[in-house]
Structure formats: structure tokens, C-alpha cells
Nanobody, 123 residues
């Protein structure tokens, strides 16, 4: 059974840090691209960061560039999103998603999704 489970969300003050984890089961993470997406209340889901499987290319949305880092540990079947210098506008439910090989920011192209983890940044 394919499953993605996110964890690491919580409440943090502006300027603080959190590290989100996405644990994959039921498939080989090494062959899959992972994307992190977020959705704030009343807003569309947006791509935050993604990592390809074949060449480990990474992408960051302009809004998080320089503050967030995506990295993976294929042996642990885990992809992380290190979030530093958090801002209130980063508040959202964060989801990880998986698709074969190449990453994309288009959410509709991902095959598997986690249940999400809430990140709340207070001002």
C-alpha cells in the first residue's frame, strides 16, 4: 500500500524554524520525485519545493527561496523540508506528494499525497 505521511508541523513564532518530514512506504523513494505543497485557508494549493529522483534537481518557489531547503534520505525513505526564517504568510497546511522521476510544480501531476501537516507562524 502506497502511503506518504507528513510530520513536523506546529506553531512557531515569526523568524523561527521547523523541519517537516515526509515518510514514504509501499514504493521505492529513490525512483520518485517529491513535491512539497501548501494550502492556506481560502487560497489555492501552491508548490513550495520539489526534488527530482534522477538528478536530484530541486526547485523553490520565489516566496521561500533562500529560507527553505528540501533534501532526501532515500535509505530512510524520507524527504525533509527545512524551513527557516518563517513568516506569518507561511501559515498553511503542508502536503508532500510523489510522482515518478522528474519533479514538477503542477500538483495535478502527482500520483500520491500525504494527509498534510499544519504549520502556523505567529507574528
Amino acid at each position: 500500500q502506497v502511503q506518504l505521511v507528513e510530520s513536523g508541523g506546529g506553531l512557531v513564532q515569526s523568524g523561527g524554524s521547523l523541519t517537516l518530514s515526509c515518510v514514504a512506504s509501499g514504493f521505492g523513494l529513490a525512483n520518485y520525485a517529491i513535491g512539497w505543497f501548501r494550502q492556506a485557508p481560502g487560497k489555492q494549493r501552491e508548490g513550495v519545493s520539489c526534488s527530482s529522483a534522477v538528478d536530484d534537481n530541486t526547485f523553490y518557489a520565489d516566496s521561500v527561496k533562500g529560507r527553505f531547503t528540501i533534501f532526501r534520505d532515500n535509505a530512510k525513505k524520507t524527504v525533509y523540508l527545512q524551513m527557516n526564517s518563517l513568516k506569518p504568510e507561511d501559515t498553511a497546511v503542508y502536503y508532500c506528494a510523489a510522482k515518478l522521476l522528474l519533479a514538477t510544480t503542477q500538483a495535478r501531476r502527482y500520483d500520491y499525497w500525504g494527509q498534510g501537516t499544519q504549520v502556523t507562524v505567529s507574528s
